[in-house]
C-alpha cells in the first residue's frame, strides 16, 4: 500500500495512455471507469460486486451526501469508506455541478451558492471552503475542486466569466485543502468548447498546481462531435504527468473515443442508470430487455460476456423480471453494464500497453449496431 498519491504513466500509443494511480486504500488502473456511488450505494449493487466488475475506484458527491446523511455524521460514523463499506479508494465530486442541475432556489455569488434542499427544501450553502471541508469530513480520497459548470448553450462572456469565476475557486480550494499526505486534490478546467478559455483555464490551474487535472464543462448536452473537438486539444493542455479525468462521460464510445484522446479517469451514471430502465450495453450494442421480441428468447444478454447475468439468466427471464418490476431485475441488468464497462477499460488499458489500440479501437466499432439489437 502506498503512503502517498502518485501516478505512473507506463504506456501511450498515440494519444491514448495507461498508467497506475497509486494511494494508501489502493491501486487504480488507468484508462479508468468510476463507477457512481452517489448517496453512498452505487444502486442496485453490493459493494463486493462493484468489485467483482474490476471497479478500482468509485465516486461519491458532496451535495448529495451533506444534505442527508450530512458529512457530519458520516464522520462520526468513520467516514464514507467504513460508512458504505467500500475500502477502496473513492473520488467525491464538489457538489458546484450538482447544486446548478438539481438544487432549488440558487444564489450563486463570487463566495459561494446559496440554496436550498431538492429533498425537503432545507437551506444551504457552498463555498470552496466548505466543500473542502465536507469532502475531508467524508474521508474521500480524491477530493474535487469546488467550480461552477455553465449549463450550454452559453454565450462566449458567460462562458469566461464563469471559468474565471471557477479559477478563483480552484485556488481558494487548494488552500483551504492544505497539505493531506495521501490525499490528492483535482483542479477542473472549464472553458466551455472554446480553445482559448480552455487554456487560460489549463494555465491559470498549472499555476496553482493540483495532484491531477479533470476536464469539466462537457457532457452537458453538446453532444459527442463538439465534446470530441474539445477532446483533440483540451487534454493535451493539461500536465502530462498527472492523471486526466473527464467528468460525466459516457456512453461506450464516447468513453474509447475519449482514452483515445488521452483521457485517464471517466465516471458516468450511465451503466448504472440505464441498468435500472431495461438498457442493457453489449459489445455488438444496446439491447432494451423491455422490448417484446426478448419474451421468449432462451439466449444470454451476449454470448461472450461472463457476467453473472450473461452466466446465468435468459433475455427472456429479464424480460419477465424487467416487466414485473422485480427488484433483481435492476440488480442483473446494473451488473451486466458495469462488468461490460470494465470490460472495455481493459480491453484499452491491455491495447496500450502492447501498442495494438488502433486495432482495438477498429474491433470495438466493426462489431457495433448502431440501434438497439
Ligand atoms: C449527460 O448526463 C447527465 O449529465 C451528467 C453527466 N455530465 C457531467 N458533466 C459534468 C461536468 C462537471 C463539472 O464541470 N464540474 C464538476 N464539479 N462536476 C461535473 C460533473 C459532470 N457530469 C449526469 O449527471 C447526467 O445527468
Known sequence: MSAAFSFALTATDGAARSGVISTPRGEIRTPAFMPVGTAATVKAMMPESVRATGADILLGNTY?????????????LGGLHRFMNWERPILTDSGGFQVMSLAELRKLTEEGVTFRSHIDGSRHRLTPERSMEIQKLLGSDIVMCFDECP?????????????????????????????????????????????????ESAEALRAIGFDGYAIGGLAVGEGQEAMFGVLDYAPGM????????????????????????????????????SGRTGQAFTRRGTV?????????????????????????????????????????????????????????????????????????????HAGRAEGDI
Open 151 to 199: 449549463a450550454l448553450p452559453a454565450d462566449d462572456k458567460r462562458v469566461a466569466e464563469s471559468m474565471r469565476l471557477s479559477m478563483r475557486w480552484a485556488a481558494r480550494s487548494k488552500e483551504a485543502f492544505g497539505d493531506r499526505p495521501g490525499h490528492a486534490l483535482f483542479g477542473i478546467q472549464q472553458g466551455g468548447v472554446t480553445q482559448e478559455l480552455r487554456a
Open 238 to 273: 493539461l500536465p502530462e504527468d498527472k492523471p486526466r479525468y473527464l467528468m460525466g462521460v459516457g456512453k461506450p464510445d464516447d468513453i474509447v473515443g475519449a482514452v483515445a484522446r488521452g483521457v485517464d479517469m471517466m465516471d458516468c451514471v450511465l451503466p448504472s442508470r
Open 288 to 364: 432494451n430487455i423491455k422490448n417484446a421480441r426478448h419474451a421468449n428468447d432462451p439466449r444470454p444478454l451476449d454470448e461472450d460476456c461472463t457476467c453473472p447475468a450473461c452466466r446465468n439468466y435468459s433475455r427472456a427471464y429479464l424480460h419477465h423480471v424487467f416487466r414485473a418490476q422485480e427488484i433483481i431485475s435492476s440488480m442483473l441488468l446494473t451488473w451486466h453494464n458495469l462488468h461490460y464497462f470494465q470490460e472495455i477499460m481493459g480491453g484499452m488499458r491491455a491495447a496500450i500497453a502492447e501498442g495494438r489500440f488502433a486495432a482495438w479501437q477498429a474491433a470495438f
Open 64 to 76: 448529495h451526501l451533506m444534505l442527508r446523511p450530512t458529512a457530519e455524521r458520516i464522520a462520526r
